[in-house]
């Protein structure tokens, strides 16, 4: 995993409205077969929370969500021109 983060969007007033939870991955894929299909890519996902939730409490919430669905994304990448 390459980065996780929990970031502010600040509204009118400086009060910040949403959190965002992002998760990173950085995934370098090798084709020895065919050199040219081989890609280096940062996958990211995020899912957006009330800015009352902890950084915790969003991490045990998001997590398996996120992670799924950038697994699924890595897939795709992965195997297209299969």
């Given at each position: 995993?390459?980065?996780?983060?929990?970031?502010?969007?600040i509204?009118?007033?400086?009060?910040?409205?949403?959190n965002?939870?992002?998760?990173?991955?950085?995934?370098?894929?090798?084709?020895?077969?065919?050199?040219?299909?081989?890609?280096?890519?940062?996958?990211?996902?995020?899912?957006?929370s009330?800015?009352?939730?902890?950084?915790?409490?969003?991490?045990?919430?998001?997590?398996?969500?996120?992670?799924?669905?950038?697994?699924?994304?890595?897939?795709?990448?992965?195997f297209?021109?299969?």
């Amino acid at each position: 995993m390459k980065n996780v983060t929990l970031s502010t969007g600040i509204s009118h007033g400086d009060i910040a409205k949403l959190n965002r939870f992002t998760i990173s991955v950085k995934v370098q894929c090798t084709n020895s077969a065919e050199p040219d299909k081989g890609f280096e890519t940062t996958f990211s996902r995020y899912e957006e929370s009330p800015s009352e939730e902890s950084f915790e409490s969003a991490k045990n919430k998001y997590t398996d969500d996120i992670l799924n669905l950038t697994i699924e994304d890595i897939y795709k990448k992965a195997f297209v021109n299969w």
